[in-house]
């Protein structure tokens, strides 16, 4: 997610997990990152781009880039 651009829709493929019980993995679960999501990156920091701000539905995430890159997303066609 961390290569999307901003304003682009996208689907969430996966969230890759690292380990059977990653805190990290289950908490993006937890907060709504799961397969088959729309999510939107709205903005990103201005000093290398952390944190990545998201939007699933009508709430915003404010996600550091370590964490976004664990949401692997399709792009969807303009």
Known sequence: MTDLPRNTNATIREV???GA???????????GFV???PVRV???GPVGGDPV???IGYTRFAL???EAA???VQAEDA
Do not use: F, N, S, W
């Open 16 to 18: 890759t997990a690292h």
């Open 21 to 31: 019980h990653d805190p990290i993995a289950v908490r993006l679960a937890e907060l």
């Open 35 to 37: 397969q088959g999501e």
């Open 42 to 44: 709205v903005a990103k």
């Open 53 to 55: 701000l998201v939007q």
């Open 64 to 66: 550091r880039r370590t």
């Open 70 to 72: 664990r949401v692997m």
